[in-house]
């Protein structure tokens, strides 16, 4: 494809539902990012990659999120029970490993009611 | 732990002024340094790097040197143009560790 792609690029949900969020990362790419973007805190790193194993996972703010990634491509992101501070723009990137560059997605906006 | 402190926005200049944007990190290891920019509506795209010291990134009129000894990478442009309006982030990644680590961003916006 021509870039990372994320599905939805909007997403509202009321307090306590649960949440997908879809990354199709550009093909060939084999590290995959996601990073959070929110107006109080910035832009977080959540989790890294590599192939569909996740060696890194320290930035995941809580036991509620979670991501999994299949056939080293597609990763979903999954929030349950959704609070009110997850309200963000979710974003992800990929890139080839060691990379100085990481191509970023447009990004999935949720909002939580 | 690392850290990227930067210069705290909105800026707003008029057209053809002189742009910097401050940016200093604070790192365990032996970073690489990067500048990315989100433009209205668009996703963050990479503006320029510089992976060692007294190296200089350049993009698009945009320069950021390198400095080790005063753990700085600033944003630099000589003439800026409207269509240079975004958000700009200072960004660090580090050798072994594949994510980044972001500043908080500058909004700027060039009024023509």
């Known amino acids: 494809g021509a870039g990372v792609s994320q599905s939805p690029s909007n997403k509202v949900t009321e307090k306590g539902k649960d949440v997908e969020l879809r990354c199709d990362p550009i093909s060939g790419h084999t590290a995959l990012y996601w990073y959070r973007q929110s107006l109080g805190q910035g832009l977080e790193f959540l989790i890294y990659?590599?192939?569909?194993?996740?060696?890194?996972k320290s930035g995941l703010p809580s036991d509620r999120f979670s991501a999994e990634r299949t056939g080293g491509s597609v990763s979903t992101l999954t929030i349950q029970r959704t609070q009110q501070e997850d309200s963000a723009v979710y974003l992800c990137?990929?890139?080839?490993?060691?990379?100085?560059?990481?191509?970023f997605g447009p990004g999935t906006r949720l909002t939580v009611l | 732990g690392n850290s990227v402190t930067q210069m705290e926005g909105p800026v707003t200049l008029s057209e053809e002024a002189f742009l910097t944007i401050n940016c200093t990190y604070t790192?365990?290891?032996?970073?690489?340094l990067f500048w990315y920019v989100q433009y209205p509506g668009e996703g963050l795209q990479l503006l320029l790097k510089?992976?060692?010291?007294?190296d200089k990134g350049s993009n698009k009129g945009f320069e950021a040197t390198y400095r080790k000894e005063t753990t700085s990478f600033h944003l630099e442009k000589g003439s800026v143009q409207v269509s240079d309006s975004a958000v700009y982030f200072c960004?660090?990644?580090?050798?072994?560790?594949?994510?980044?680590?972001f500043g908080t961003g500058t909004r700027l916006t060039i009024i023509p």
């Open positions: 990137a990929s890139s080839f490993p060691g990379a100085n560059e990481q191509f």
């Open positions: 790192a365990t290891g032996y970073p690489s």
């Open positions: 510089a992976t060692k010291a007294d």
């Open positions: 960004a660090l990644r580090v050798f072994g560790n594949e994510k980044l680590t």
């Open positions: 990659f590599q192939g569909n194993s996740a060696p890194d």
